[in-house]
C-alpha cells in the first residue's frame, strides 16, 4: 500500500517547528548568559561598594578624629586663656591630644597678624572692648591602616581687660575742674555723670553713660561755658544742653546735631557696661587682704592673691623696716642686709593735707627693687601687694598707715603695685622704657618731683596763707611747696569720694558752707582722682594709662575734697595710654576675661 502522500504546506510547518525548538534553545541559553553576567556585575559591584564604603569610613572616622583633636587644642587655648591673655609660651606648650585608634601630627599653632580691638555686641560684656586675636590650628590624624586626615580650624582668641577705657567709674562721674584738663580716651560712667568746669575742659572722644548727662555740679548750683567735646571731624563743640534741659529723644537730637552722637546717654540706647570681675563680688574686695573663704573665682582676681610678692608690715615695725625688721613675705624672697635698705618707713612721715592727717609711710624704692629682684629669678616681684598688722586707731604713730613709691622713673621689668591702703607715687613713673605698669589701691596720690615731705602740706593752715582764690574748684594756698612738672604713666584702678547727692533732687541737704573740720559736700570730682597735695601752680602734669573706680575710698576719705586749703592744682594732660589695646602691654595681673570660641573649619586635601 502506498504511503499517505504528505502536503507541502505541513512540510513547511514541521520544518518551522524544528527551527523554533532550536532558537528557543539558544535563547535560553543567552538569557542564562547574561543572567550570570548581571549576577556577576552585582556581585562585583557589591564588594566594590563595600570595599569604597570601608575606605569612605575609614577615612570619615580619621577626620573626624582629626577635628576632635582640634576641638582638644581649642580646650587647652581656652584653659590658657582664663587670664584674659595668650602668650606665645602658652602656644608653644600646646600638646598633643589623645584618643585611642588614633594617633596625632604635632599641631601648628599660629597666631594670625596682630590683636584687632573690636566692640562686643552681645553677652554679658556687650558694649566693651575685646582684643580679638585670630589662631589658626592645624591637626593631622593617623589611622593603624595609615588613612591620614588634615584639618586647619580657625578660632578667636578674646581678651576683655579691665583698662581698656580712658575713665571708667562704677558710681558717678563729677568733672569739674579749675586749671585746664584735657582728656583723650572713652569716658564711662554707669551712673550719673555731671560736668562743668571753672576754666575750660576739653574731651577729645566718645562720652557714655546708661543714665544721664547734667551740665551742673552736683552739689550747687553752678553752670558755665567751658566745656568742649570733639565732633566726628574733631572740632571742639561747646556743651550746651543736658538730660534737664533736652529729656528723652530731644537729648538725643541736640547729641546728634552738635556732637555727631558722640555724647550718649540711657535714652540714646547705652547700657551699664558689667566689668571682668566675677559676678556677685564687691568691687572693692580687688584691694582687699586675703581672706580663706574667698572662691576661687574671687582669688583669680584679688591682688592679695595674685600677688608674687606679698608682703605685711608690722607698723610697730615701721621704722626699722630698712633692716627687714617687721616684714613677712609670701610668695618671693626678701632682701636681706645691705638690701634692705630697698625698703624705708616713717611714723608721721609727712601730712596729708585733704585727709588732715600724718601719714604712717612704708616707702619702696622700686628702681632698687627691680635691680636687686633683676639677679635671680625666684625673685618675682611683678605683682606687689601691701598690707599691714597691728594699725592702732589710738595712735598718731599706727593710725594711718600707707604705701608711698619711689624711684620709679626707670622700670626694668612689668610691675603692678597694690594695697588695700592709701598709695602715693613720688616723682616721675614710667618715663624711661616703657614697661606696662598699674597701681591698686584704696586711693592714689601723686607727689612731684619737687615734693618735700617736711613742706609739701602742712598740717594746719595759718593765718594769712590760706587762700581760697582760684579758679573752678580747685583751692590754692601759696604757702605749700612749690611743684615742678611731673609724669607718670600707669593704670590706676582705685577708690574715689563722692557727693553724697544731686542737690536738686528731694531729700538731698548740702551744708554749705562745708564743715571747717572738713568733710565737704564736693568729692572732688575725677579731676582729683589722682589726688594732689602741692602747689603745682601752672605746672603740667601728664598723665597716660587708664583712670577705674569702682568703689569709694574706705580709709583715705576722711575729708572729700573740700574748701581747706592744701593745693594748688596743676593742668591736667591726660590720655588713654594705647598701649593697653594689645594683651601683651596688660600690666601683671590685669582682670581680664578670655574666652576662645572656633569660627571655622577647614579640611586640607
Given at each position: 500500500?502506498?504511503?499517505?502522500?504528505?502536503?507541502?504546506?505541513?512540510?513547511?510547518?514541521?520544518?518551522?517547528?524544528?527551527?523554533?525548538?532550536?532558537?528557543?534553545?539558544?535563547?535560553?541559553?543567552?538569557?542564562?548568559?547574561?543572567?550570570?553576567?548581571?549576577?556577576?556585575?552585582?556581585?562585583?559591584?557589591?564588594?566594590?561598594?563595600?570595599?569604597?564604603?570601608s575606605?569612605?569610613?575609614?577615612?570619615?572616622?580619621?577626620?573626624?578624629?582629626?577635628?576632635?583633636?582640634?576641638?582638644?587644642?581649642?580646650?587647652?587655648?581656652?584653659?590658657?586663656?582664663?587670664?584674659?591673655?595668650?602668650?606665645a609660651?602658652?602656644?608653644?606648650?600646646?600638646?598633643?591630644?589623645?584618643?585611642?585608634?588614633?594617633?596625632?601630627?604635632?599641631?601648628?599653632?599660629?597666631?594670625?597678624?596682630?590683636?584687632?580691638?573690636?566692640?562686643?555686641?552681645?553677652?554679658?560684656?556687650?558694649?566693651?572692648?575685646?582684643l580679638?586675636?585670630?589662631?589658626?590650628?592645624?591637626?593631622?590624624?593617623?589611622?593603624?591602616?595609615?588613612?591620614?586626615?588634615?584639618?586647619?580650624?580657625?578660632?578667636?582668641?578674646?581678651?576683655?581687660?579691665?583698662?581698656?577705657?580712658?575713665?571708667?567709674?562704677?558710681?558717678?562721674?563729677?568733672?569739674?575742674?579749675?586749671?585746664?584738663?584735657?582728656?583723650?580716651?572713652?569716658?564711662?560712667?554707669?551712673?550719673?555723670?555731671?560736668?562743668?568746669?571753672?576754666?575750660?575742659?576739653?574731651?577729645?572722644?566718645?562720652?557714655?553713660?546708661?543714665d544721664?548727662l547734667?551740665?551742673?555740679?552736683?552739689n550747687?548750683?553752678?553752670?558755665?561755658?567751658?566745656?568742649?567735646?570733639?565732633?566726628?571731624?574733631?572740632?571742639?563743640?561747646?556743651?550746651?544742653?543736658?538730660?534737664?534741659?533736652?529729656?528723652?529723644?530731644?537729648?538725643?537730637?541736640?547729641?546728634?546735631a552738635?556732637?555727631?552722637?558722640?555724647v550718649?546717654?540711657?535714652?540714646s540706647?547705652?547700657?551699664?557696661?558689667?566689668l571682668?570681675?566675677?559676678?556677685?563680688?564687691?568691687?572693692?574686695?580687688?584691694?582687699e587682704?586675703?581672706?580663706?573663704?574667698?572662691?576661687?573665682?574671687?582669688?583669680?582676681?584679688?591682688?592679695?592673691?595674685?600677688?608674687?610678692?606679698?608682703?605685711?608690715?608690722?607698723?610697730?615695725?615701721?621704722?626699722?623696716?630698712?633692716?627687714?625688721?617687721?616684714?613677712?613675705?609670701?610668695?618671693?624672697?626678701?632682701?636681706?642686709?645691705?638690701?634692705?635698705?630697698?625698703?624705708?618707713?616713717?611714723?608721721?612721715?609727712?601730712?596729708?593735707?585733704?585727709?588732715?592727717?600724718?601719714?604712717?609711710?612704708?616707702?619702696?624704692?622700686?628702681?632698687?627693687?627691680?635691680?636687686?629682684?633683676?639677679?635671680?629669678?625666684?625673685?618675682?616681684?611683678?605683682?606687689?601687694?601691701?598690707?599691714?598688722?597691728?594699725?592702732?586707731?589710738?595712735?598718731a604713730?599706727?593710725?594711718?598707715?600707707?604705701?608711698?613709691i619711689?624711684?620709679?622713673?626707670?622700670?626694668?621689668?612689668p610691675?603692678?603695685?597694690?594695697?588695700?591702703?592709701?598709695?602715693?607715687?613720688?616723682?616721675?613713673?614710667?618715663?624711661?622704657?616703657?614697661?606696662?605698669?598699674?597701681?591698686?589701691?584704696?586711693?592714689?596720690?601723686?607727689?612731684?618731683?619737687?615734693?618735700?615731705?617736711?613742706?609739701?602740706?602742712?598740717?594746719?593752715?595759718?593765718?594769712?596763707?590760706?587762700?581760697?582764690?582760684?579758679?573752678?574748684?580747685?583751692?590754692?594756698?601759696?604757702?605749700?611747696?612749690?611743684?615742678?612738672?611731673?609724669?607718670?604713666?600707669?593704670?590706676?584702678?582705685?577708690?574715689?569720694?563722692?557727693?553724697?547727692?544731686d542737690?536738686?533732687?528731694?531729700?538731698?541737704?548740702?551744708?554749705?558752707?562745708?564743715?571747717?573740720?572738713?568733710?565737704?559736700?564736693?568729692?572732688g570730682?575725677?579731676?582729683n582722682?589722682?589726688?594732689?597735695?602741692?602747689?603745682?601752680?601752672?605746672?603740667?602734669?601728664?598723665?597716660?594709662?587708664?583712670?577705674?573706680?569702682?568703689?569709694?575710698?574706705?580709709?583715705?576719705?576722711?575729708?572729700?575734697?573740700?574748701?581747706?586749703?592744701?593745693?594748688?592744682?596743676?593742668?591736667?594732660?591726660?590720655?588713654?595710654?594705647?598701649?593697653?589695646?594689645?594683651?601683651?602691654?596688660?600690666?601683671?595681673?590685669?582682670?581680664?576675661?578670655g574666652?576662645?570660641?572656633?569660627?571655622?573649619?577647614?579640611?586640607?586635601?
Amino acid at each position: 500500500m502506498r504511503p499517505e502522500h504528505t502536503s507541502p504546506a505541513a512540510s513547511r510547518l514541521t520544518t518551522l517547528m524544528a527551527d523554533r525548538r532550536g532558537f528557543a534553545l539558544e535563547a535560553t541559553l543567552i538569557v542564562l548568559v547574561l543572567i550570570s553576567v548581571l549576577v556577576g556585575a552585582s556581585v562585583a559591584s557589591y564588594i566594590m561598594v563595600q570595599r569604597s564604603g570601608s575606605v569612605d569610613y575609614r577615612g570619615t572616622r580619621v577626620s573626624y578624629a582629626a577635628e576632635a583633636g582640634a576641638d582638644a587644642v581649642i580646650s587647652q587655648l581656652a584653659q590658657s586663656m582664663t587670664d584674659g591673655i595668650l602668650s606665645a609660651a602658652d602656644l608653644a606648650a600646646i600638646t598633643l591630644p589623645s584618643l585611642s585608634g588614633f594617633t596625632f601630627a604635632t599641631p601648628t599653632v599660629t597666631a594670625i597678624g596682630s590683636p584687632i580691638p573690636q566692640t562686643i555686641t552681645y553677652g554679658p560684656f556687650s558694649g566693651l572692648i575685646g582684643l580679638n586675636q585670630q589662631i589658626d590650628i592645624g591637626i593631622t590624624a593617623t589611622d593603624p591602616a595609615n588613612n591620614r586626615a588634615q584639618v586647619v580650624v580657625t578660632a578667636n582668641a578674646q581678651s576683655i581687660p579691665l583698662f581698656q577705657f580712658g575713665v571708667f567709674y562704677n558710681e558717678d562721674l563729677e568733672i569739674h575742674n579749675g586749671p585746664l584738663m584735657e582728656f583723650a580716651g572713652w569716658v564711662h560712667t554707669n551712673a550719673n555723670l555731671y560736668v562743668n568746669s571753672g576754666s575750660s575742659t576739653h574731651f577729645m572722644d566718645l562720652i557714655t553713660t546708661p543714665d544721664s548727662l547734667f551740665w551742673q555740679r552736683k552739689n550747687e548750683n553752678a553752670r558755665d561755658n567751658n566745656v568742649h567735646i570733639d565732633d566726628a571731624a574733631g572740632v571742639q563743640q561747646t556743651l550746651n544742653f543736658d538730660s534737664r534741659s533736652n529729656p528723652g529723644q530731644s537729648f538725643v537730637t541736640a547729641s546728634n546735631a552738635l556732637f555727631d552722637g558722640r555724647v550718649m546717654t540711657g535714652v540714646s540706647g547705652v547700657q551699664p557696661l558689667r566689668l571682668p570681675l566675677p559676678s556677685g563680688m564687691p568691687p572693692i574686695a580687688l584691694v582687699e587682704p586675703r581672706n580663706g573663704a574667698d572662691d576661687a573665682d574671687t582669688r583669680a582676681v584679688k591682688f592679695a592673691w595674685k600677688a608674687t610678692a606679698h608682703i605685711t608690715v608690722d607698723l610697730t615695725q615701721l621704722n626699722n623696716v630698712n633692716t627687714c625688721a617687721g616684714l613677712t613675705i609670701i610668695g618671693s624672697p626678701l632682701p636681706t642686709g645691705a638690701d634692705c635698705a630697698i625698703f624705708s618707713g616713717n611714723d608721721q612721715g609727712f601730712w596729708d593735707g585733704r585727709e588732715n592727717i600724718g601719714v604712717d609711710v612704708f616707702n619702696i624704692n622700686l628702681g632698687a627693687l627691680q635691680l636687686w629682684a633683676a639677679g635671680n629669678a625666684a625673685r618675682d616681684y611683678s605683682i606687689i601687694y601691701v598690707t599691714f598688722s597691728n594699725v592702732s586707731a589710738g595712735d598718731a604713730n599706727r593710725d594711718y598707715p600707707a604705701v608711698r613709691i619711689q624711684n620709679g622713673s626707670l622700670l626694668r621689668a612689668p610691675v603692678t603695685v597694690s594695697t588695700d591702703r592709701p598709695l602715693y607715687v613720688q616723682g616721675n613713673f614710667n618715663t624711661v622704657g616703657w614697661q606696662p605698669s598699674s597701681f591698686i589701691a584704696d586711693a592714689l596720690t601723686i607727689l612731684s618731683n619737687a615734693w618735700n615731705d617736711g613742706t609739701g602740706s602742712h598740717p594746719v593752715p595759718t593765718s594769712g596763707t590760706n587762700s581760697t582764690a582760684g579758679g573752678g574748684n580747685d583751692r590754692t594756698n601759696p604757702a605749700r611747696s612749690g611743684a615742678t612738672a611731673t609724669q607718670v604713666y600707669a593704670a590706676v584702678a582705685a577708690g574715689h569720694s563722692a557727693t553724697p547727692c544731686d542737690w536738686q533732687r528731694a531729700g538731698c541737704t548740702v551744708p554749705t558752707p562745708p564743715p571747717a573740720t572738713g568733710g565737704g559736700s564736693y568729692g572732688g570730682g575725677l579731676e582729683n582722682f589722682p589726688r594732689f597735695l602741692e602747689n603745682w601752680s601752672g605746672d603740667d602734669m601728664l598723665y597716660r594709662g587708664s583712670l577705674v573706680s569702682l568703689f569709694q575710698s574706705r580709709y583715705a576719705a576722711r575729708r572729700r575734697w573740700s574748701w581747706t586749703s592744701y593745693y594748688n592744682p596743676p593742668n591736667r594732660d591726660w590720655a588713654f595710654d594705647l598701649r593697653f589695646r594689645d594683651p601683651n602691654n596688660l600690666p601683671p595681673g590685669t582682670p581680664v576675661v578670655g574666652s576662645v570660641v572656633q569660627t571655622s573649619f577647614r579640611p586640607v586635601f
